[in-house]
């Protein structure tokens, strides 16, 4: 079946580091790769997406590329914000199949 | 564009009796709507997805008399939790897609349940 894989958190970083959230995934057929952002109290933002093996997704400073070779679809931005601070979900749609990783908490200090 | 609503945001019940949450795409026909279970400090897990005039598909796992959904029309869906017990206590996500496919959806905000 289905599954996607983060690593697991909370992190904690200071303010203008570099940033890595690690996801893998493994699934039959081609599905699309997802990152959304779950800020305190609040419901699901897409940050950014792939549909195809190669694609990179990039948005608000953060970016993912799908790679079909290694399963991966690892979460990257340069420079953190403290606004950055919110659970970062990776997760895979093919069809009507929707999966989500467990979340990683990211909590950027000043 | 892509505008997904929720009513309630928040809502506290008695146990035993039923809740209904309403799930809107405001600016988009959604021929498919999912619905989502969230714990608290855990990821989403899909209950059902609904398709417009048919009945809903649960997901294994999930008693659909427990949860009802109705997908009356084109903009809007309904999850009624029947009965609700403590451990129904939730946040409650819906998506919208208007292709009828989880690579094209939408979320709304959440609805967060508390019963008492």
């Known amino acids: 079946g289905n599954s996607v894989t983060q690593m697991e958190g909370p992190v904690t970083l200071s303010e203008e580091a570099f940033l890595t959230i690690n996801c893998t995934y493994t699934?039959?057929?081609?599905?699309?790769l997802f990152w959304y952002v779950q800020y305190p109290g609040e419901g699901l933002q897409l940050l950014l997406k792939?549909?195809?093996?190669?694609d990179k997704g990039s948005n608000k400073g953060f970016e993912a590329t799908y790679r079909k070779e290694t399963t991966s679809f690892h979460l990257e931005k340069g420079s953190v914000q403290v606004s950055d601070s919110a659970v970062y979900f990776c997760?895979?749609?093919?069809?009507?199949?929707?999966?989500f990783g467990p979340g990683t908490r990211l909590s950027v200090l000043p | 564009g892509a505008v997904v609503s929720q009513h309630p945001s928040r809502v506290i019940c008695k146990s035993g009796t039923s809740v209904k949450i309403e799930c809107r795409s405001l600016?988009?026909?959604?021929?498919?709507m999912f619905w989502y279970r969230q714990f608290p400090k855990q990821s989403l897990m899909l209950m059902a997805t609904s398709n417009e005039g048919s009945k809903a598909t649960y997901e294994q796992g999930v008693e659909k008399d427990k949860f009802l959904i109705n997908h009356a029309s084109l903009t809007l869906s309904t999850l009624t939790v029947t009965s609700a017990h403590p451990e129904d206590s939730s946040f409650y996500i819906c998506?919208?897609?208007?292709?009828?496919?989880?690579?094209?959806?939408?979320f709304g905000p959440g609805t967060r349940l508390l019963v008492l």
């Open positions: 998506s919208a897609s208007y292709l009828g496919v989880t690579e094209t959806q939408y």
């Open positions: 792939a549909t195809k093996a190669d």
């Open positions: 600016d988009f026909q959604a021929t498919t």
């Open positions: 997760a895979l749609g093919y069809g009507q199949n929707f999966v």
């Open positions: 699934a039959t057929g081609y599905p699309s």
